[in-house]
């Protein structure tokens, strides 16, 4: 997306009266939070420090006994990739937040505080359900990373501790996915007939795949760690914001006059 398009974006949110289409309820907010809490205090118990491989858990590792799809990652490993691959988390998450606070500041938006506890919490239960699976999934699984496989000097491998084990699922694809989906699914409710939108998804469905292109390249993750993680974290982006959504918003057809007749919509 050209540097232009995204100030111009930027603008058009900052100066548009179009009001917010979600509302909190006391008891669905209980039952997500609730349930990201526990979800995440359950995958502490289950292995709040995981322990490194031994010398001989490292010899007996072999690329023959790893699926097609993913034995070529073995052969990974880039610093470079593996910094790159921070930023694909960092962006979406810093952007999901301006967002959040430009929708509720406004032009012609009332109750800037309320609508920011609205947005705010919806994006924190996106980050916390999306997190807390991953967390849940890594300690679990417990699967070796990829460039555990390849040649490298048994300190260069212990230097990352437990960390080693957590390979399934990619939580750095995750979190992108979740924030960037986030962003691309607001926008959309906000403004479900402006054609700049549909930028906004196709920049929101490529940012995760970028991302988890690098942890590849990094030898952090397999393909099918990246795989799952991007199909966890996009429909935490998508699905958190939809249950928010007000009823007027949701199933509706709407009609609206247009030069050439009548222009329908229906918005989900």
Same mark, same amino acid.
């Given at each position: 997306m050209r @540097?232009?398009?995204? *100030?111009? @974006? /930027?603008?058009? @949110?900052? &100066?548009?009266?179009?009001?917010s289409p979600y509302s909190l309820a006391k008891n669905k907010e209980v039952i997500i939070i609730g349930s990201g809490l526990a979800i995440g205090s359950s995958s502490l118990l289950l292995n709040s420090s995981p322990k490194p491989l031994s010398n001989r858990e490292l010899s007996l590792l072999s690329s023959e006994s790893i699926n097609r799809l993913d034995r070529a990652a073995v052969k990974n490993r880039s610093s470079k990739a593996e910094t790159q691959s921070d930023y694909g988390v960092l962006t979406p998450f810093a952007l999901s937040g301006i967002m959040v606070s430009s929708l509720s500041i406004k032009k012609g938006q009332k109750e800037p505080f309320d609508n920011f506890l609205t947005l705010g /919490? *919806?994006?924190?239960?996106?980050?916390? *359900?999306?997190?807390? @699976?991953?967390? !849940?999934?890594?300690?679990? %699984?417990?699967? %070796?990373?990829? =460039?555990? =496989?390849?040649?490298?000097?048994?300190? $260069? +491998? &212990?230097?990352?501790?437990?960390? *080693?084990?957590?390979?399934f699922f990619s939580g750095h694809t995750s979190l992108s996915a979740a924030n960037s989906?986030? %962003?691309?699914?607001?926008?959309? $409710? =906000? &403004?479900?007939?402006?054609?700049? /939108?549909? !930028? +906004?998804w196709a920049g929101a469905?490529? +940012?995760? +795949?970028?991302?988890g292109y690098q942890r590849y390249q990094a030898g952090k993750h397999f393909p099918t760690d990246i795989i799952v993680g991007y199909l966890v974290g996009s429909t935490c982006g998508i699905l958190i914001p939809q249950v928010h959504k007000t009823s007027q918003n949701k199933n509706k057809l709407v009609a609206a006059p247009t030069g050439n007749g009548l222009f329908l919509t229906f918005t989900f």
């Amino acid at each position: 997306m050209r @540097i232009s398009s995204v *100030i111009a @974006i /930027t603008l058009f @949110i900052r &100066y548009s009266s179009a009001q917010s289409p979600y509302s909190l309820a006391k008891n669905k907010e209980v039952i997500i939070i609730g349930s990201g809490l526990a979800i995440g205090s359950s995958s502490l118990l289950l292995n709040s420090s995981p322990k490194p491989l031994s010398n001989r858990e490292l010899s007996l590792l072999s690329s023959e006994s790893i699926n097609r799809l993913d034995r070529a990652a073995v052969k990974n490993r880039s610093s470079k990739a593996e910094t790159q691959s921070d930023y694909g988390v960092l962006t979406p998450f810093a952007l999901s937040g301006i967002m959040v606070s430009s929708l509720s500041i406004k032009k012609g938006q009332k109750e800037p505080f309320d609508n920011f506890l609205t947005l705010g /919490t *919806i994006w924190f239960e996106t980050n916390l *359900i999306c997190g807390s @699976i991953t967390q !849940l999934s890594k300690n679990t %699984v417990k699967r %070796v990373r990829p =460039y555990a =496989y390849s040649n490298v000097s048994f300190t $260069d +491998v &212990y230097s990352n501790e437990g960390n *080693i084990r957590r390979s399934f699922f990619s939580g750095h694809t995750s979190l992108s996915a979740a924030n960037s989906f986030f %962003v691309a699914k607001v926008l959309h $409710d =906000y &403004y479900p007939r402006k054609e700049w /939108t549909k !930028l +906004v998804w196709a920049g929101a469905a490529f +940012v995760p +795949v970028w991302t988890g292109y690098q942890r590849y390249q990094a030898g952090k993750h397999f393909p099918t760690d990246i795989i799952v993680g991007y199909l966890v974290g996009s429909t935490c982006g998508i699905l958190i914001p939809q249950v928010h959504k007000t009823s007027q918003n949701k199933n509706k057809l709407v009609a609206a006059p247009t030069g050439n007749g009548l222009f329908l919509t229906f918005t989900f």
